[in-house]
C-alpha cells in the first residue's frame, strides 16, 4: 500500500507519541485511519512510521469537567459519540454531525479528531464543532495548546495546529448546551459520500443577541461561520430567512468539482439556510 | 520489516507476521484464507469487506493488521456452529436475499452489530445503518425482510444476535 517501507509504532502515553514524532522525519499520527489509510493507497501521502494513538489512556473518555464543559477524547469513534448521552442531550447538533459522516463501520473507526485534522472543507462535525465554538486541546512538542476551532482551518488539509502536536481532545464549552437547530446536507449518495454542500442553523439556548449560528461547509476552502446572516437572525428571527440566505450565498467561495458546480452549490446555500433559518420557528 | 501479531479470529487465536502496510481485509484473506470478507472497493465506500472487531462492524479494508493485534475478529466463517448456520443466514436464505452474494458476508455482519445495539429496528434504522453496504443484485428489499424476520426470531429466543 505505501510507496515505502512502513513502521508501525503503538503509543502507550501522550508524551510517547509526541516522542515517536519526533524521531523520524514523515511520522503520521494514527486515529480511525479512514482517511489517512485512503490517503496512503492514492499515494498522496507515504508516511515512515504511523503511530497508532488508540491505545493511550484517556483518550477514549467523554467527560463533563468540573465547569460543565464536555471533553471529547481524540480516539472516540464518531458512532460512540452520537450515542452518548451528554452529546444527546446537550449538544444534538453535533450528534446530528457526527451521525453524517460515512457509514455505520465507517463510524466505528472514524473520530472527530481525525476529521477536524484532515482539514476537509466538507467535513462535517466541524459544522457543529464551529457553531457550538468547541476548543481542541493538544499536546506538542513545546508543550500544551489549546486552540479555539474559530481560526483553526487554514485551507484544504491545512490547520494552526503545530508540527507535531497530538489532539487529545475536543471540548465543548457549558454555555453552548442547548443550542439546537437543523443541519442539512446535499450528498450524491447518502450514508457513504462527503458532503456536495452542508449549512447548519442554531440558536443558542440563551437567545438574544449574538445567539444563532450560520455555518456552511464544502462551499469554501475552510468551513465557514457566517456573522453577517447571523446577525440578521439575532435581530429579525426566522422572518430574515430570506436575507440570511442572501448574506450566506454572499459568504461562501464555492468551486466546480465532480460533486457539483460552484453555481448549483451558491444556489443551494440559499435555499438551505432560509429552510434551515425557517424552521428555527 | 514484519511484525508479530495475535489476534482471536472466530475464537481461535492466530498468531503471525505481518507486514505493518498489510490491511486486516488482506490479512485475512491471503493469510488465514478466509474469503468470506471480500474486497469491493478498498476504500470503504461498499461495505463487501465488513468484519466485527471486538463485536463492531468495521471496514476491514480501512484496518490494519498490526491494529488488530490482541483484539477479537468475527468474520462469515465463524457464524455457523456444528453445521447449522446462524438465524440470520438463514433468514437471507429463506427471503432470497442474495444473488451472486458478493455483499452478503458484509451485510450480515453489518447487521449482526446493528441487532447487538438495537435490537428491535425500524425499517429506517435498518436502512441507515445498510447504507454503507451496497448490492448491486437483489435491490435490496429481500435484505430488509430478511433483517426484519431474523430480529424478530433473535427477540423470540432471547439470545439476541450476540453469540
Ligand atoms: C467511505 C468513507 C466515507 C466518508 N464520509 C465522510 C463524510 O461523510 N463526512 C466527512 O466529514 N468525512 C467522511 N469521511 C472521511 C473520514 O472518515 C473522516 O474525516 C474521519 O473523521 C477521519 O477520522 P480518522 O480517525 O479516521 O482519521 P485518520 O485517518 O486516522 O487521520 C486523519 C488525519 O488526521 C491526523 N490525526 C488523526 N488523529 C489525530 C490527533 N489526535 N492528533 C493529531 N493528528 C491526528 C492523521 O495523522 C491524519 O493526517 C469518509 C471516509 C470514508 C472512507
Ligand atoms: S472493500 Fe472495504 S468497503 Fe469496499
Ligand atoms: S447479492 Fe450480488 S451484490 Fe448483493
Same mark, same amino acid.
Given at each position: 500500500?505505501?510507496?515505502?517501507?512502513?513502521?508501525?509504532?503503538?503509543?502507550?502515553?501522550?508524551?510517547?507519541?509526541?516522542?515517536?514524532?519526533?524521531?523520524?522525519?514523515?511520522?503520521?499520527?494514527?486515529?480511525?485511519?479512514?482517511?489517512?489509510?485512503?490517503?496512503?493507497?492514492?499515494?498522496?501521502?507515504?508516511?515512515?512510521?504511523?503511530?497508532?494513538?488508540?491505545?493511550?489512556?484517556?483518550?477514549?473518555? $467523554?467527560?463533563?469537567?468540573?465547569?460543565?464543559?464536555?471533553? $471529547?477524547?481524540?480516539?472516540?469513534?464518531?458512532?460512540? $459519540?452520537?450515542?452518548?448521552?451528554?452529546?444527546?442531550?446537550?449538544?444534538?447538533?453535533?450528534?446530528?454531525?457526527?451521525?453524517?459522516?460515512?457509514?455505520?463501520?465507517?463510524?466505528?473507526?472514524?473520530?472527530?479528531?481525525?476529521?477536524?485534522?484532515?482539514?476537509?472543507?466538507?467535513?462535517?462535525?466541524?459544522?457543529?464543532?464551529?457553531?457550538?465554538?468547541?476548543?481542541?486541546?493538544?499536546?506538542?512538542?513545546?508543550?500544551?495548546?489549546?486552540?479555539?476551532?474559530?481560526?483553526?482551518?487554514?485551507?484544504?488539509?491545512?490547520?494552526?495546529?503545530?508540527?507535531?502536536?497530538?489532539?487529545?481532545?475536543?471540548?465543548?464549552?457549558?454555555?453552548?448546551?442547548?443550542?439546537?437547530?437543523?443541519?442539512?446536507?446535499?450528498?450524491?449518495?447518502?450514508?457513504?459520500?462527503?458532503?456536495?454542500?452542508?449549512?447548519?442553523?442554531?440558536?443558542?439556548?440563551?437567545?438574544?443577541?449574538?445567539?444563532?449560528?450560520?455555518?456552511?461547509?464544502?462551499?469554501?476552502?475552510?468551513?465557514?461561520?457566517?456573522?453577517?446572516?447571523?446577525?440578521?437572525?439575532?435581530?429579525?428571527?426566522?422572518?430574515?430567512?430570506?436575507?440570511?440566505?442572501?448574506?450566506?450565498?454572499?459568504?461562501?467561495?464555492?468551486?466546480?468539482?465532480?460533486?457539483?458546480?460552484?453555481?448549483?452549490?451558491?444556489?443551494?446555500?440559499?435555499?438551505?439556510?432560509?429552510?434551515?433559518?425557517?424552521?428555527?420557528? | 520489516?514484519?511484525?508479530?501479531?495475535?489476534?482471536?479470529?472466530?475464537?481461535?487465536?492466530?498468531?503471525?507476521?505481518?507486514?505493518?502496510?498489510?490491511?486486516?481485509?488482506?490479512?485475512?484473506?491471503?493469510?488465514?484464507?478466509?474469503?468470506?470478507?471480500?474486497?469491493?472497493?478498498?476504500?470503504?465506500?461498499?461495505?463487501?469487506?465488513?468484519?466485527?472487531?471486538?463485536?463492531?462492524?468495521?471496514?476491514?479494508?480501512?484496518?490494519?493488521?498490526?491494529?488488530?493485534?490482541?483484539?477479537?475478529?468475527?468474520?462469515?466463517?465463524?457464524?455457523?456452529?456444528?453445521?447449522?448456520?446462524?438465524?440470520?443466514?438463514?433468514?437471507?436464505?429463506?427471503?432470497?436475499?442474495?444473488?451472486?452474494?458478493?455483499?452478503?458476508?458484509?451485510?450480515?455482519?453489518?447487521?449482526?452489530?446493528?441487532?447487538?445495539?438495537?435490537?428491535?429496528?425500524?425499517?429506517?434504522?435498518?436502512?441507515?445503518?445498510?447504507?454503507?453496504?451496497?448490492?448491486?443484485?437483489?435491490?435490496?428489499?429481500?435484505?430488509?425482510?430478511?433483517?426484519?424476520?431474523?430480529?424478530?426470531?433473535?427477540?423470540?429466543?432471547?439470545?439476541?444476535?450476540?453469540?
Amino acid at each position: 500500500m505505501n510507496v515505502r517501507p512502513l513502521e508501525f509504532r503503538t503509543a502507550r502515553s501522550t508524551a510517547e507519541a509526541t516522542a515517536l514524532w519526533a524521531e523520524v522525519p514523515d511520522a503520521y499520527y494514527l486515529a480511525g485511519g479512514t482517511d489517512l489509510l485512503i490517503q496512503m493507497r492514492l499515494g498522496r501521502r507515504s508516511p515512515a512510521r504511523l503511530i497508532d494513538l488508540k491505545r493511550i489512556p484517556g483518550l477514549s473518555a $467523554i467527560e463533563v469537567r468540573g465547569d460543565g464543559a464536555l471533553s $471529547i477524547g481524540a480516539c472516540v469513534p464518531l458512532g460512540v $459519540i452520537a450515542a452518548h448521552p451528554e452529546v444527546r442531550a446537550r449538544y444534538p447538533l453535533l450528534a446530528e454531525c457526527c451521525l453524517a459522516v460515512g457509514s455505520y463501520p465507517v463510524r466505528n473507526r472514524a473520530t472527530m479528531a481525525g476529521n477536524v485534522c484532515n482539514a476537509s472543507p466538507a467535513a462535517d462535525t466541524a459544522a457543529a464543532l464551529l457553531a457550538l465554538e468547541a476548543a481542541v486541546e493538544a499536546s506538542g512538542p513545546n508543550g500544551d495548546v489549546v486552540l479555539p476551532l474559530a481560526g483553526f482551518f487554514q485551507g484544504p488539509g491545512k490547520t494552526v495546529l503545530p508540527a507535531g502536536a497530538l489532539v487529545t481532545a475536543l471540548v465543548l464549552p457549558a454555555k453552548a448546551a442547548g443550542c439546537r437547530g437543523s443541519f442539512h446536507r446535499l450528498s450524491r449518495r447518502r450514508g457513504v459520500d462527503l458532503a456536495t454542500l452542508g449549512v447548519l442553523v442554531g440558536r443558542h439556548a440563551a437567545g438574544g443577541a449574538g445567539a444563532h449560528r450560520v455555518v456552511l461547509t464544502a462551499v469554501a476552502p475552510t468551513p465557514l461561520r457566517v456573522p453577517a446572516a447571523e446577525a440578521l437572525l439575532d435581530r429579525q428571527g426566522a422572518a430574515a430567512a430570506a436575507q440570511a440566505a442572501e448574506a450566506a450565498r454572499a459568504a461562501c467561495k464555492p468551486i466546480d468539482d465532480v460533486r457539483g458546480t460552484a453555481q448549483y452549490r451558491r444556489e443551494m446555500v440559499g435555499v438551505l439556510v432560509a429552510r434551515a433559518a425557517a424552521a428555527l420557528g | 520489516m514484519t511484525q508479530r501479531i495475535t489476534v482471536r479470529v472466530n475464537g481461535i487465536p492466530e498468531t503471525a507476521e505481518v507486514a505493518p502496510d498489510r490491511t486486516l481485509l488482506t490479512f485475512l484473506r491471503e493469510d488465514l484464507d478466509l474469503t468470506g470478507a471480500k474486497e469491493g472497493c478498498n476504500e470503504g465506500e461498499c461495505g463487501a469487506c465488513v468484519v466485527l472487531v471486538d463485536r463492531k462492524p468495521i471496514n476491514a479494508c480501512l484496518m490494519l493488521a498490526v491494529e488488530a493485534d490482541g483484539r477479537e475478529v468475527v468474520t462469515i466463517e465463524g457464524l455457523a456452529k456444528d453445521g447449522v448456520l446462524h438465524p440470520l443466514q438463514r433468514k437471507f436464505l429463506e427471503h432470497q436475499a442474495l444473488q451472486c452474494g458478493f455483499c452478503t458476508p458484509g451485510m450480515i455482519l453489518t447487521t449482526l452489530g446493528l441487532l447487538a445495539e438495537n435490537p428491535s429496528p425500524s425499517e429506517g434504522e435498518v436502512r441507515r445503518a445498510l447504507s454503507g453496504n451496497l448490492c448491486r443484485c437483489t435491490g435490496y428489499r429481500q435484505i430488509l425482510d430478511a433483517v426484519q424476520d431474523a430480529a424478530a426470531e433473535l427477540r423470540g429466543t432471547g439470545k439476541g444476535a450476540a453469540r
